[in-house]
């Protein structure tokens, strides 16, 4: 398996653009993850999907943020409008059962400039 | 809800020695425990995990770590440091009963030649 797939692995934007970032989790996991990463704040948790439907999206920063999964093999994290602050590395992560810990895929580097 | 607290937020060590990185947990229930480590510019790996078998889990690298419930600890271990080690180690648990991990600050461990 190639593991979880993010893409792109850099993105640079202008403040007010929507970006999405694209995850492919490993197939056969149930549950797929979207942290954000900074110095300041750390790993924090998002959202998490179980068998494509959101759990929990209580660490969504704002109405800015939205995710989906609309497959099995596939989720989106948008941000409309980007600002400054949502610079960070977000990444995304999947799990099969609780016991197994998580796969984490290489991240997508965000600056908004 | 559970949580985790990792004690020292930089450890530094001589190539060659002891590495002992430290991380508490709080749960109501009993847990799941798991140590990542993240390497510059990668996303998280794992490196062990305490599932309920036995306490002392070893993982890669040659690094351990020993669940103690009456401590409510998890701490890492590695008899001898490599200058490859350096990098950042996180502490995360999960309840048995969901799969919503949740992780530490972080501890950055450098390793002097």
């Known amino acids: 398996d190639a593991g979880v797939i993010q893409s792109p692995r850099h993105e640079v934007t202008e403040m007010g653009q929507e970006v999405t970032l694209r995850c492919k989790p490993i197939?056969?996991?149930?549950?797929l993850f979207w942290y954000r990463q900074t110095m300041m704040r750390g790993l924090e948790l998002l959202i998490y999907?179980?068998?494509?439907?959101?759990?929990?999206d209580s660490g969504m920063p704002e109405d800015r943020f939205s995710a989906k999964m609309p497959n099995a093999s596939f989720s989106t994290l948008k941000i409309q409008p980007s600002e400054p602050r949502d610079s960070a590395v977000y990444f995304c992560?999947?799990?099969?059962?609780?016991?197994?810990?998580?796969?984490f895929g290489s991240g997508t580097r965000l600056t908004v400039v | 809800a559970q949580s985790v607290t990792q004690l020292g937020s930089h450890v530094s060590v001589s190539e060659g020695a002891l590495v002992l990185l430290r991380c508490n947990y709080s749960?109501?229930?009993?847990?799941?425990l798991f140590w990542y480590v993240q390497y510059p510019n990668q996303g998280l790996q794992l490196l062990l995990k305490?599932?309920?078998?036995?306490?002392l889990v070893k993982g890669i690298n040659d690094f351990e770590a020993e669940f103690k419930k009456s401590e409510t600890s998890f701490h890492l271990t590695k008899p001898s440091a490599h200058m490859s080690d350096a990098a950042e180690y996180f502490c995360a648990v999960s309840a048995r009963n969901n799969n919503d991990m949740r992780f530490g600050a972080g501890t950055r461990l450098t390793v002097k030649p």
């Open positions: 992560a999947s799990s099969a059962l609780a016991n197994y810990g998580y796969t």
């Open positions: 999907f179980n068998n494509n439907v959101p759990i929990d």
């Open positions: 197939s056969g996991h149930d549950y």
């Open positions: 749960s109501s229930v009993p847990p799941y």
């Open positions: 305490y599932t309920s078998a036995a306490t």
